[in-house]
């Protein structure tokens, strides 16, 4: 869905990012073939790029923001994406279900005109109106209006405005890979997209492009130099689609059917009042307080046991110390003793040895004197 002023570039947009003619001069956009009168238009094409095939809806509010009270101008795009949840809630609850198109919207691409002094009283009371219901991208449209400086300052201008304003716009989800996320936190940090579209090729530098032709020059729509239409597109269609569609599903679809079915219930054949006050989100923001506060319960219980086995632990290997100490003591006392008795012995010995000697040392030389005796007299005769 595009909503934004006549005149924004809403429909050469949409040709833009699928590289078609989806409004051509044979059939020109809503703006031009409808009365301005805020109305809701919707265009399906089949899309087919290297064999696949992709049904598109695109949805376009003419008229929007252009009577003189525009009071209540929000209500037919409320209205249709309700009516669209509608069908589909009774699609999901016939007894035969049938498999049908999803055709819920999932993204709302919100033009903001390129004043360079923020958002209009219109913008947030639209957006605030939506975001509760539907995927809000905001556009600045016309960025070919505004010089870099000026689109920087915008840019800022209409974050700080939708955060005061506390209006919820899609956040697009990080990546698992770290390379790939750092360059789509690049293409994040460019919301909201300043963008240029065009229906007309011309040649720039030798190849053909979409762009615009200026007497100081050209500016092309894929060139991330003079817009950011690569980064909308590539995460728009490329990288984010199916989280658009489950963020619509589990979330905007979810609020929408519990506010549809949470006011009353089925008590036999009678419709009575029910008793639930509480939207999903808010139900959800609850259980996962809930769930916080749990874990960090859990968390400090488990510290607690891992304190306490630390301790335990160390206790232990305290006793273990203190009781290998004494031991280690008790053998050096024991070693040393018979260490103390080896020695003894061995001076017992050595003086046994001693005596020992001197006594066979006497007896030796008494008998050296009689063989010298014998070999005189051998000498004689």
């Known amino acids: 869905m595009v909503v934004g002023e006549s005149g924004l570039g809403k429909s050469t947009l949409i040709n833009s990012l699928f590289l078609s003619d989806l409004y051509s001069s044979d059939y020109p956009g809503p703006s031009h073939r409808i009365q301005k009168t805020v109305k809701v238009d919707t265009t399906q094409v089949v899309l087919k790029e290297n064999g696949v095939q992709l049904k598109l809806t695109t949805v376009d509010t003419p008229g929007f923001g252009d009577a003189v ?87 800022k201008t209409i974050l700080n405005e939708i955060a005061q304003h506390k209006i919820k716009i899609y ?12 360059l789509q936190k690049k293409m994040r940090d460019r919301v909201p997209f300043a963008v240029i579209g065009s229906n007309r090729v011309i040649e720039s530098g030798g190849k053909k492009v979409r762009g615009r032709q200026y007497p100081w020059g050209i500016v092309e729509v894929e060139n991330l130099e003079h817009n950011d239409f690569i980064a909308l597109r590539n995460m728009l269609i490329r990288k984010h689609m199916q989280d658009l569609k489950d963020v619509t599903n589990n979330v905007h679809y979810e609020n929408f059917r519990y506010n549809k079915l949470a006011p009353t219930s089925v008590d036999g054949n009678k419709i009575k009042p029910g008793s639930l006050s509480k939207d999903p989100l808010t139900q959800m923001a609850e259980e996962k307080r809930d769930h916080d506060i749990k874990m960090k319960k859990m968390e400090a219980e488990m510290e607690h046991v891992f304190e306490t086995k630390v301790k335990e632990k160390e206790q232990k290997l305290k006793e273990s110390e203190a009781d290998l100490q004494r031991r280690s003591e008790h053998t050096k006392k024991s070693l040393d003793q018979q260490q103390k008795e080896m020695d003894d012995k061995w001076a017992q010995f050595q003086k046994e040895k ?7 040392g006497i007896s030796g030389s008494n008998e050296n004197i009689k063989d010298s005796h014998k070999k005189d007299k051998k000498r004689l005769f």
């Open 171 to 182: 956040e697009f989800p990080e990546c698992d890979d770290e390379e790939e996320n750092k």
């Open 69 to 155: 009270d525009n009071s209540n101008c929000w209500q037919p795009v409320i209205d249709y994406i309700d009516s669209k949840y509608d069908e589909y809630l009774n699609a999901e609850s016939r007894v035969n279900r049938i498999t049908n198109a999803d055709t819920r919207v999932h993204v709302c691409c919100y033009f903001i005109a390129p004043t360079g002094h923020g958002l209009k009283p219109l913008d947030v009371e639209f957006m605030k109106r939506l975001h509760d219901k539907v995927n809000i991208i905001p556009i600045i449209a016309k960025a070919d209006t505004l010089t870099p400086d000026e689109c920087r300052e915008f840019k």
């Open 354 to 360: 001693k005596a020992w000697e001197e006594a066979m």
